[in-house]
């Protein structure tokens, strides 16, 4: 005969109450920080109408309202226009010509362009001198770049005893502005 089984749960979730909670408290603290981005969009909002209808009022007075930015903001936006500039510099040439000239027992730890002055420093690591002194070549025979130096190198023990130079290499590119 057979005997009354018990039913069987499956849950593949793999989740208990605790983790449902954590996760009902997170949702309702998301809830509340969009309510709350919501309540000061608003506020914003309202104070926008609100100067503006002030701005309305003083020109039906017939006071003059400038809607043009003082002298301290124009130098201000002109300041802002150069700091864009700069972050816009079109990279990828600069990157391409690096990338073609890298040698397979060479790796590049860090970048530190100077775009005002077209000066990049780069460190890395190899696993011998001359695979440095093979992508410095390599680096000059770039068009791009100019005045191409290692600056300096040293050797020395690392965890793993991969890549014991240490290096940082100097180049002048021009960027497009």
């Given at each position: 005969?057979?005997?009354?089984?018990?039913?069987?749960?499956?849950?593949?979730?793999?989740?208990?109450?605790?983790?449902?909670?954590?996760?009902?408290?997170?949702?309702?603290?998301?809830?509340?920080?969009?309510?709350?981005?919501?309540?000061?969009?608003?506020?914003?909002?309202?104070?926008?109408?609100?100067?503006?209808?002030?701005?309305?009022?003083?020109?039906?007075?017939?006071?003059?309202?400038?809607?043009?930015?003082?002298?301290?903001?124009?130098?201000?936006?002109?300041?802002?226009?150069?700091?864009?500039?700069?972050?816009?510099?079109?990279?990828?040439?600069?990157?391409?010509?690096?990338?073609?000239?890298?040698?397979?027992?060479?790796?590049?730890?860090?970048?530190?362009?100077?775009?005002?002055?077209g000066e990049l420093t780069m460190t890395g690591a190899a696993t011998k001198i001359p695979a440095v002194l093979e992508f410095v070549?390599?680096?000059?025979?770039?068009?791009?770049?100019?005045?191409?130096?290692?600056?300096?190198?040293?050797?020395?023990?690392?965890?793993?005893?991969?890549?014991?130079?240490?290096?940082?290499?100097?180049?002048?590119?021009?960027?497009?502005?």
């Amino acid at each position: 005969m057979l005997s009354a089984m018990s039913p069987l749960r499956l849950d593949f979730s793999g989740s208990d109450s605790r983790v449902r909670l954590k996760s009902a408290l997170f949702a309702g603290l998301a809830v509340l920080m969009v309510g709350a981005a919501l309540f000061q969009y608003r506020m914003v909002l309202t104070e926008i109408h609100a100067v503006e209808s002030d701005m309305e009022a003083l020109a039906g007075q017939g006071v003059k309202v400038s809607r043009q930015p003082a002298t301290e903001d124009a130098e201000a936006i002109a300041a802002l226009g150069k700091v864009g500039a700069r972050l816009s510099v079109p990279w990828q040439p600069l990157l391409d010509a690096i990338a073609v000239s890298v040698v397979n027992q060479v790796v590049l730890l860090s970048f530190q362009p100077n775009v005002v002055r077209g000066e990049l420093t780069m460190t890395g690591a190899a696993t011998k001198i001359p695979a440095v002194l093979e992508f410095v070549e390599r680096l000059r025979a770039q068009p791009s770049l100019k005045e191409v130096y290692l600056k300096n190198h040293e050797t020395g023990m690392t965890e793993n005893g991969r890549f014991p130079v240490h290096f940082t290499i100097t180049l002048k590119w021009k960027p497009q502005l």
